[in-house]
């Protein structure tokens, strides 16, 4: 096991006390434990945008408001996150705009997750742990098995660490988690289409590689290779919540389109 590995396990691990922790505190202060993240985000956001420390402060400052008076919360908004992510691939200077869509996008997703799992399941943060612990097993899977096995380059001109043997490896890990998830509550919470849930899983893991593909864009852009130090071995906050970004909105696009 090398170093770097032991640090990016330790920091998950600390993050997966202050989730749980932040759970078992109520759906208040997971929330607010949420829009931490968010405003933390929203800071490095801006710094990869190019915005200078005192305007990234102020950026992050207006990603809260909008996320707090439910800015995200338009079923439109979806097809503006698109476009804007579109944009912002398209040319860097779009990413501002971008963040100013996506993240507050991403609190009000969190916040209907929330809704929907106590509605369905009588369970608040059910859905949302599931998601989110789908993400960290691609992320981690990916990562276990490119180190190991990686020899073919996923996108070398975006992220040369990456690979498809990684992908693959991270797809198919969470598929078969996801299984198992199924398999231990279906029956405490009556769900039903097993096939459905793993083939979900593995559609909120490609998009979860895809977040974080969009997010290494904006690194390079920027010329940096963390969107910040804050956690030991990761980067930055948004280095770690740039996969839950990806699964999120297709979360949210799926869930607008079955309504």
């Not at 408001?65 to 919360?73: A, C, D, E, K």
């Not at 990456?162 to 991270?170: A, L, R, S, V």
């Not at 956690?231 to 799926?254: K, P, T, Y």
Request: with cysteine.
């Amino acid at each position: 096991m090398t170093e770097a590995f032991k640090n990016r396990l330790l920091v998950w691990v600390g993050l997966l006390f202050l989730w749980m922790g932040a759970i078992y505190a109520g759906r208040l202060v997971f929330l607010s434990f949420v829009m931490g993240m968010i405003i933390l985000s929203a800071f490095e956001w801006g710094k990869l945008a190019g915005l200078s420390q005192r305007a990234s402060f102020v950026y992050a400052g207006a990603v809260a408001i909008l996320s707090l008076t439910g800015f995200g919360m338009s079923p439109y908004m979806s097809y503006v996150v698109l476009a804007s992510v579109g944009l912002m691939l398209w040319h860097h200077r779009w990413a501002v705009l971008a963040g100013i869509v996506v993240l507050p996008y991403v609190f009000s997703t969190i916040f209907l997750l929330i809704t929907v799992s106590e509605d369905l399941y009588s369970v608040w943060w059910l859905a949302v742990f599931y998601v989110w612990a789908m993400v960290i097993i691609m992320d981690s899977g990916a990562y276990v098995v490119g180190k190991r096995f990686g020899k073919h380059l996923l996108l070398p001109c975006i992220s040369p660490g990456k690979t498809w043997e990684g992908f693959i490896g991270g797809l198919v890990l969470t598929m078969v988690t996801s299984a198992i998830f199924y398999l231990a509550v279906a029956e405490k919470f009556a769900l039903s289409h097993m096939n459905l849930w793993i083939v979900g899983a593995g559609v909120m893991a490609c998009f979860a590689q895809l977040g974080d593909l969009c997010e290494s864009q904006m690194k390079r852009n920027a010329g940096v290779k963390d969107s910040g130090s804050i956690l030991q071995g990761h980067g930055g906050v948004l280095d770690r919540i740039d996969g839950l970004i990806g699964a999120l909105i297709i979360i949210r696009i799926l869930w607008e389109m079955a309504l």
